[in-house]
């Protein structure tokens, strides 16, 4: 059996126990079998060259030991067909289509179907990156063609390298150049026409989806969506299922982008949401002072919302600053004090607190406005804590004891210069004219025996003049308080304690009949008289006797 009978013979039995050249072109190229893309054909063993016109030319090549060359009329030394194809050396001519052959490179057309020479349709039935020229033969398998060189306007860049033809040259293409679903790769040969590829194919992310049927390059292959959530991935490492199909990321896988919030955790949750942190979580920026008063807590998350909420300025204690990032709760210095106030380092239980004043070394005491003063016990400013905190105000001069507001007075002596109103107030602090009767004039009685009331303290404390009069039984004044209430003896020691104002019609004396004060008797009268005294300008005589006083002695005025 010749050679070339026996490469038929192998190749007849593949096809019938594999099916394995069926619908294939068996094309010789260089680098040994090479199956295409779409129609599996197989190169064995060959090696093609190319003309400058693009006609290729294809020998096989396998070393026979019993060569007796391609034109002996036989088809031997590996040829497929009488005096051509094979792989021996030297190469005899390609055969001619219907002729039989193994790889495309056995054949003129350069395909090979069937194990017979055929025309090629499209450049899926030549070797490696050769295009099929329908023009030439029917179809003859030919090396595309450089850039700069001539080319087929009518094969639409089929026959470039570049696969863009401009104006019967082949160039390198630039975006929207390249026909039907093919794009232009800038980055291979400064401008590539190539075939876009199908979902879950890699992609190059700068070409931004333009080589991806679906018009997606996601996470470097080619997406059914463009899958922009940052819990879903395009990649199956990250969704669990395949490369291709926008999926959510399994529970715990990292997000791709997104999923910063303050409170998410940059991971996911597997129903395509970010997951976030747990309830009190600290977020957000630190503490930090809002302004002198207010301290900006750090925010705390809620367990589901994705933000860091912020939380309102806390006002700091009373009285204190806020400063490096936190509220002051004691004191050694006034910057941790609110503005006005003070740091109390005076000692007791406000020591170490703000307070609006701590001192009364001045008036006004520091922190305080006026002549105020501190009150230590409190720490706040009153209107007085001595009397130099009233020494300025005429009306209220004094600070009132166990207070601390300006008065008039807190004992006498502070009025003892205001003759109208001496007195200080009981249970009061105003000068006053009396604080009971006692503090008013007393009664008198003025000589003969003209008398006055004493005075009585009203409730406003002032002193209100007793009534006028005379003595009572026509007593004279006993003294300059008081009127004599009996005249003690019948006679001119008596006589003296009466007064000389007549009630009976005239002008006389008042005489003592021992106890009380009785009128003088006119002349005449039928009244009896004893002495002198009880008659009015006249002498008491005994009746039957000559008109001449006669003292002692029983009679009647004459």
């Known amino acids: 059996m010749k050679r070339g009978h026996f490469v038929l013979l192998v190749a007849s039995s593949l096809q019938a126990s594999c099916g394995l050249f069926g619908n294939f072109s068996l094309q010789g190229n260089a680098g040994g079998a090479q199956p295409t ?14 003309s400058s016109s693009g006609t290729p030319s294809t020998s096989t090549t396998i070393a026979s030991s019993s060569s007796t060359g391609c034109m002996d009329g036989m088809i031997d030394d590996n040829e ?68 700069n060189m001539a080319c087929n306007t009518n094969l639409n860049g089929a026959d470039c390298n570049s696969g863009f033809c401009n104006a019967g040259m082949c160039a390198a293409c630039t975006a929207g150049q390249c026909q039907g679903t093919a794009f232009c790769d800038t980055t291979v040969m400064g401008g590539t026409c190539l075939t876009k590829q199908m979902d879950g194919a890699s992609c190059n992310a700068t070409l931004t989806g333009a080589d991806c049927s679906s018009g997606n390059c996601v996470e470097g292959v080619c997406c059914n969506a463009t899958c922009t959530n940052a819990c879903q991935s395009c990649v199956a490492a990250k969704n669990g299922g395949m490369d291709g199909k926008c999926a959510n990321i399994t529970n715990g896988g990292s997000a791709n982008s997104g999923c910063n919030g303050g409170c998410d955790t940059g991971k996911c949750n597997g129903n395509g949401a970010c997951s976030v942190q747990p309830v009190n979580t600290l977020c957000g920026p630190s503490a930090s002072c809002a302004d002198s008063m207010h301290v900006q807590s750090q925010g705390k998350c ?28 004691s004191c050694t210095m006034p910057a941790q004090c609110a503005p006005g106030f003070l740091c109390d380092q005076n000692g007791g239980a406000l020591n170490d607190k703000c307070e609006v004043c701590v001192s009364n070394a001045a008036v006004p005491a520091a922190g305080c406005t006026g002549t105020q003063g501190c009150n230590l016990t409190t720490d706040t400013c009153v209107q007085c804590v001595t009397n130099a ?58 000589a003969p ?10 409730a406003s404390n002032a002193c ?63 009244s009896l008289c004893t002495r002198n005294s009880q008659c009015v300008g006249s002498c008491c005589v005994t009746p039957g006797l000559p008109a001449a006083c006669t003292p002692a002695k029983v009679g009647q005025c004459i």
């Not at 909420?309 to 709760?329: H, L």
């Not at 003896?489 to 009466?498: E, H, L």
Request: proline share 5%; aromatic share 2%; hydrophobic share 25%.
């Open 449 to 458: 025996n003209v008398t006055v009331a004493a005075s009585t303290c009203n």
């Open 302 to 329: 809620d367990g589901t919302a994705h933000t860091c909420p912020t939380p309102a300025p806390t006002a700091c204690a009373p009285n204190f600053s806020c400063t490096n990032n936190a509220c002051n709760t």
């Open 80 to 147: 497929t067909d009488l005096d051509c194809g094979g792989t021996q050396m030297p190469a005899c001519p390609r055969c001619d289509n219907t002729e039989a052959c193994v790889v495309g490179g056995d054949c003129k057309s350069g395909h090979c179907a069937s194990m017979k020479c055929a025309p090629c349709a499209t450049g899926v039935d030549c070797a490696g990156s050769d295009y099929c020229d329908t023009a030439t033969n029917g179809g003859q398998c030919k090396a595309k063609i450089a850039n």
């Open 464 to 526: 209100i003049a007793g009534a006028s009069g005379t003595c009572s039984g026509h007593f004279t004044c006993a003294s300059g308080t008081a009127c004599n209430v009996t005249c003690g003896s019948n006679d001119a020691t008596g006589d003296s304690k009466c007064t000389p104002t007549s009630v009976i019609g005239g002008v006389g004396n008042f005489w003592c009949d021992g106890s009380s004060c009785q009128a003088t008797q006119f002349a005449g009268a039928a």
């Open 389 to 446: 905190n009233c020494a300025s105000i005429p009306a209220t001069p004094r600070c009132k004891t166990g207070g601390n507001t300006c008065v008039q007075c807190n004992m006498t002596a502070d009025c003892a210069a205001l003759p109208a109103t001496p007195l200080c107030k009981t249970g009061g602090n105003t000068c006053v004219q009396c604080n009971s009767a006692g503090d008013c004039p007393g009664a008198t009685c003025t």
């Open 37 to 50: 893309s779409s129609t599996g054909s197989v190169s064995i063993g060959g090696s093609a060259t190319t």
